[in-house]
């Protein structure tokens, strides 16, 4: 928390939520009766939890020898020398040093393993034995999936039957390390459909179960949580930069469905007013056509899944379906927090269509060697946007959360079967 | 001036407990469902719970999902779900009616609007699912300032310590959960439910109605034995469903068997003299 002195910056933006699970008007805890009280037990469970050196140092063994972490800050040269060119080309003299954070080599192959432990680390501590998830692309359903089977803890992962057509591998995944897959035939049959099932289990099997949310959404505590447990990113980050370039970095770009890996990447830095900070949505087929899945950038405040933020719905408050190429981004909300930092103006929220993404994604498998997650990818053509026009010693880090062999398919549909 | 003080006051009064059904406002379309709304009251029913269509029903099981899907697709709104209350109001001024639903589609409509629009339309009453004690300030204070009643769900989870805080600004009557679950799934063990009745009703002198499960007449009729209320939601909405044609229209028949239903509901509910 920062303190500030008086007429300067009055306000750390790192102080959310309140008591009331408040981050500003959004967030809250808008659940039935019958999940008030878990939620109120899960609360103090985790407070108690965050206070206890022995559940810390729990965390960060495993985040060393079983997820391998840190993860590493990488200097994309080529991607840097690239984006340069790109500058040279309309006359521009500049081009940011851009580097990755390598959060697509934790095991499982994305950032979603850091959440996880920490949630299954706190359901152990609770006693619960059964673990009940929701998954879209299926990378939380696999990091939720591995770490009941590291525990031996029962796992069932709820996934939209639409989304367990198109992502067989990850089904497979998740079958292979013992958890019960459960294909969702309501609604649109995606991930806003697998959350609602996931809550109906939960209100059934209140005694054992435990509900491991894969984002920054949900009611309190969840965003705070999920958001606490995230953090290891920018933490690293922030040292692994000191030490390579003996400063801050200039700006942080990350890929945004429920919004994760960004707050991740973002909430240590939120009050170095020297960072620019941005977050990308996908914006599907382009925003103009409304098959798409920003929220922040068109969308509006509601009310959904425990808390207040930004949808995409119609006039009547019905949500309506969210379009992405990125299975892990096809959400029609956006985590509470990332609301907040939005109407506040701290950071600057961008989206990236379908078509920029899947360029983004070759290019960085061509020049870095690097298959990106088509998530990410949102993130990285921001970047080639960004970074053309920084100067040469503007210094710009991209969350790399998570690699793209799971999307290889999609992608090969996509440019016709290369 | 809500009816639900006085239509529990007078069945009670009579030795028996109210049977409360809950039908979705548009299901099938709009101008059947109209007619079922009309037909209640005629067919047994005390009390109406016009369930508000959303397309995320999270507390709900498949039955009431499909009816809330049937509705949002026959074009039906909430501005069309008041005005159906509306409708029904010139002709029967007497039945309470309780709209049941979830927070987004009146936190989009406008709160002040909707109480506004809602009193006028002639609504008693409001349950909504995704508004715990703890967001009282979002729609429940606004509600009961504006004279309407703000039912509140009590579950088995709410212990004798929360009990007091989801009863405090809970007025018409108390839903009482009878499961841990979802509307339509379980069907709860009855021996327990006067039980569960007797609790609540050691920290209330509001009535208690009991709902989650109750299927046939003699459900009905074991939950009729302890509770004040007794409602039926999931077994209506499906029996709509059933009476529908291959189209997914309503048919002669869908009325009629809704009313059919009530009737051997009502008859089990007065048949426990209480």
Not at chain 1, 70 to 75: D, E, G, H
Not at chain 1, 119 to 138: N, P, S
Not at chain 1, 217 to 241: K, L, S, W
């Amino acid at each position: 928390m920062l303190h500030a002195r008086p007429n300067e910056r009055p306000n750390s933006f790192r102080t959310g939520p309140d008591e009331n699970g408040r981050f500003g008007l959004f967030g809250g805890r808008f659940v039935a009766e019958t999940l008030m009280p878990l939620i109120l037990d899960l609360q103090k469970a985790y407070e108690a939890a965050k206070g206890d050196p022995a559940f810390q140092a729990e965390m960060a063994s495993m985040l060393t020898h079983y997820v391998g972490r840190p993860s590493p800050l990488y200097f994309a040269e080529r991607m840097t020398e690239h984006l340069r060119e790109v500058a040279a080309a309309s006359g521009l003299s500049g081009g940011a040093k851009i580097y990755f954070k390598r959060d697509e080599l934790n095991h499982t192959g994305a950032h979603k393993v850091n959440n996880v432990l920490g949630q299954i680390l706190l359901a152990r501590r609770m006693g619960k034995k059964r673990i009940i998830a929701e998954t879209g692309a299926g990378q939380h359903g696999v990091a939720t999936a591995t770490l009941c089977a590291r525990y031996g803890l029962q796992c069932v992962v709820y996934m939209g039957a639409v989304d367990v057509e198109r992502q067989k591998p990850n089904v497979f995944r998740m079958k292979m390390l013992g958890a019960e897959v459960v294909p969702v035939t309501s609604g649109s049959k995606t991930l806003k459909d697998a959350m609602n099932e996931a809550l109906r289990d939960w209100v059934t099997n209140v005694a054992e179960t435990f509900y491991c949310i894969g984002t920054v959404a949900g009611p309190h505590p969840y965003p705070a949580m999920v958001r606490d447990f995230q953090c290891v990113i920018g933490n690293e980050t922030r040292a692994q930069m000191m030490e390579a370039e003996g400063r801050l970095p200039d700006s942080l770009v990350a890929a945004i469905g429920g919004g994760s890996n960004a707050i991740g990447l973002f909430h240590p830095f939120l009050d170095d007013p020297s960072v620019e900070i941005f977050g990308v949505e996908a914006a599907g087929h382009g925003l103009s056509s409304g098959l798409h899945a920003a929220s922040l950038t068109g969308g509006r405040p509601g009310v959904l899944h425990g808390n207040r933020t930004y949808l995409l719905m119609d006039e009547d408050g019905q949500i309506q379906d969210a379009h992405s190429i990125s299975a892990g981004l096809d959400y029609p909300g956006i985590g509470p927090e990332h609301a907040f930092l939005h109407d506040a103006g701290r950071v600057t929220y961008l989206s990236a269509t379908d078509d920029e993404a899947l360029a983004a994604f070759q290019l960085c498998a061509k020049l870095e060697g690097i298959i990106p997650a088509l998530e990410p990818a949102h993130a990285l053509a921001k970047v080639m946007e960004l970074a053309p026009k920084k100067p040469r010693d503007h210094l710009m880090v991209m969350n790399l959360c998570g690699r793209g062999d799971k999307d290889i398919f999609t992608v090969a549909e996509h440019l016709g079967g290369m | 001036m809500s009816r639900l003080p006085t239509t529990f006051a007078a069945n009670a009064a009579a030795g028996r407990a109210s049977l409360v059904t809950f039908v979705t406002a548009g299901d099938p379309d709009p101008e059947t469902s109209l007619a079922i709304v009309k037909a209640l009251p005629g067919a047994g029913a005390d009390v109406i719970e016009l369930g508000m269509p959303f397309s995320d029903p999270m507390a709900d099981g498949p039955a009431i999902q499909w009816s809330s899907m049937r509705a949002l697709k026959a074009g039906m709104t909430l501005k069309g779900t008041l005005a159906l209350v509306a409708t029904f109001r010139k002709t029967d001024a007497q039945t309470p009616i309780v709209l049941m639903g979830y927070y987004n589609p009146i936190y989009v409509y406008g709160v002040a609007r909707f109480l506004a629009d809602a009193r006028e339309a002639g609504v008693d009453g409001l349950i909504v699912v995704d508004l715990p004690p703890e967001e009282d300030d979002e729609l429940c204070l606004p509600a009961l300032a504006a004279g309407l009643n703000f039912i509140r769900l009590a579950t088995p989870t709410t212990d004798d310590a929360r009990l007091p805080a989801v009863l405090a600004n809970t007025s018409g009557f108390v839903y009482y959960v009878s499961i841990t679950g979802i509307t339509g799934a379980a069907t709860p063990d009855f021996s327990k439910v006067s039980a569960a009745v007797a609790r609540i009703k050691r920290h209330t002198a509001l009535p208690v109605a009991v709902g989650f499960g109750v299927k046939t007449p003699e459900h009905a009729a074991a939950v009729a034995q302890g509770a004040d209320g007794v409602v039926v939601g999931s077994a209506l909405v499906e029996t709509i469903r059933t009476s529908l044609d291959g189209a997914g229209k309503a048919t002669e028949g869908t009325v009629a068997a809704v009313t059919s239903l009530v009737r051997g509901l009502a008859d089990a509910v007065k048949a426990v003299r209480k």
